[in-house]
């Protein structure tokens, strides 16, 4: 994909940032139209919207977005730090590798923290087993940029009951409820919780010149082909590269980054397209390359001034994992619902987000409403039928046609805790295709 300006490798620019998702794609947007000259490192390729697909085989099963499946990423996983290491069929780490990074392919839901995320050890006290700890900042500190991402990017939404404070509106009103949301309305009412509108990162209408929700229903893992997903391709890379002083270098892997006498960085070297040894001179480099491949390229660029690898001293890095995680209820209702068609969620019930000890437990999140596996097709033949259901001939036929559009599902969105035994280090035996390996350990995870 041709850009507007390409950065002389040998001469340093100011800024090398490794990943362009929803921390990437932002800085890349903020520093080039600022006047600093910066190249984006990319380990995908660069897709618009026109090249996004509905093929669920290659979205969901081939893992087009994702890049390839475990002999392309080199994930390994195992429950404990007893067990050895094994490939799996689904990477335990899913992100994209396409410019825009997880913000192409993540379902778009856009919740923000509360005030109390903030400083749960200090309400709660230390839970036993745990690394808990206050954050540094507020949330009363972050709201402001809270509200500038929902109005630079394009949220959808309207408060509800359970909502952090807000300094503005959102920009944009709800999408439309769908047939999920009228049942959790009711269902709420009658248990005397709230189900409020979901917010997302999905524009309900027009906004700074992109087309709004056209309504397929293809937002969870797969990328928007109108640009209605406020993704950093749609809403950040844009505005990077219009300023001149933005290159995005997609198809290339950092795999390392190097150091000065001074032991701060100063290079990060990648493979190309081609999968030849490249390097970038920099400044200055920003790593945000999700959590898994972040931790990985820290853990890789170790050197005598660096021996446990860059920004180690702690010993934090790849510590503390913690996922975006589900609990779901599927039911059958006898009228067809048709919830495949929309954004995944239209409401969401936020009573219990708080931690109360009277649970017993630590914790709390959001229930919402979903058709989920019955999303798209392949999905609900997959992992959405009654497991009573024969998974061929007529039966299964007729089952998939009566249920698919009469099936939805009820989440939970559990929270995580930081444990030192969920982690990531460097796997010596298993590597992905660029020769860097890593083993994750503890929960498997997802994407939101």
């Known amino acids: 994909m041709p850009n507007s300006v390409r950065f002389d490798s040998r001469e340093a620019v100011d800024f090398a940032i490794v990943g362009s998702g929803s921390a990437g794609g932002i800085l890349a947007k903020e520093l080039s139209t600022a006047g600093f000259d910066v190249v984006v490192f990319e380990q995908g390729p660069y897709r618009k919207a026109h090249d996004f697909t509905h093929d669920e085989l290659s979205v969901l099963f081939r893992d087009e977005l994702l890049g390839g499946g475990p002999e392309v990423n080199g994930q390994t996983f195992r ?3 007893n067990e050895t290491a094994v490939s799996i069929w689904q990477a335990p780490a899913r992100y994209a590798q396409t410019v825009g990074g997880s913000s192409v392919h993540f379902t778009a839901n856009f919740w923000r923290l509360r005030p109390t995320d903030f400083k749960e050890h200090s309400l709660l006290g230390p839970i036993s087993g745990t690394n808990f700890a206050d954050w540094p ?6 709201e402001p940029y809270y509200t500038r991402v929902d109005w630079e990017i394009g949220v959808s939404g309207a408060p509800g009951p359970f909502d952090a404070p807000r300094s503005r509106p959102f920009p944009m009103p709800p999408l439309p409820i769908k047939s999920s949301g009228v049942l959790l309305e009711k269902g709420a009412a009658a248990l005397g919780l709230h189900a409020q509108p979901e917010p997302h990162a999905i524009l309900s209408q027009a906004f700074n010149g992109r087309a709004p929700c056209m309504k397929c229903g293809y937002c969870m893992y797969y990328g928007c082909e109108v640009g209605a997903k406020s993704s950093t391709l749609a809403a950040m890379i844009p505005l990077a590269e219009a300023s001149g002083h933005c290159e995005i270098r997609a198809e290339s892997a950092v795999f390392r980054i190097e150091t000065d006498n001074n032991g701060r ?8 397209a081609a999968g030849e040894e ?3 001179k920099a400044k200055a480099v920003i790593v945000s390359a999700n959590g898994a491949e972040t931790a990985r390229l820290l853990l890789m660029s170790a050197s005598e001034q660096h021996p446990d690898g860059l ?3 702690s010993g934090f890095v790849g510590r503390n994992l913690m996922y975006n995680a589900h609990a779901a209820v599927d039911a059958v209702f006898e009228q067809p619902l048709n919830d495949y068609k929309g954004a995944q969620v239209s409401r969401i019930i ?6 109360d000890e009277a649970r017993g437990f630590y914790g709390g999140g959001g229930i919402d409403a979903r058709p989920l596996w019955s999303a798209t097709p392949i999905f609900h033949a997959m992992l959405g039928m009654p497991p009573d ?8 036929k007729d089952a998939m046609a009566h249920n698919f559009t009469r099936q939805m599902s009820i989440i939970g969105s559990t929270t995580s805790l930081a444990l030192d035994s969920n982690n990531i280090t460097l796997d010596p ?6 020769g860097g390996g890593e083993v994750l350990t503890g929960p498997r995870g997802g994407v939101g």
Do not use: C, M
């Not at 900042?137 to 972050?142: A, D, F, K, V």
């Not at 035996?429 to 660029?434: I, L, S």
């Open 350 to 355: 936020h009573d219990f987000y708080e931690t």
């Open 137 to 142: 900042i507020s949330y009363e500190e972050l």
């Open 311 to 313: 920004g180690n001293s």
């Open 429 to 434: 035996r298993n590597t992905d295709k660029w």
């Open 79 to 81: 429950s404990n730090e």
């Open 389 to 396: 259901v024969p998974r061929w001939g007529a039966e299964f």
């Open 278 to 280: 490249q390097a970038q």
């Open 265 to 272: 960085a100063s290079e990060v070297l990648y493979y190309d």
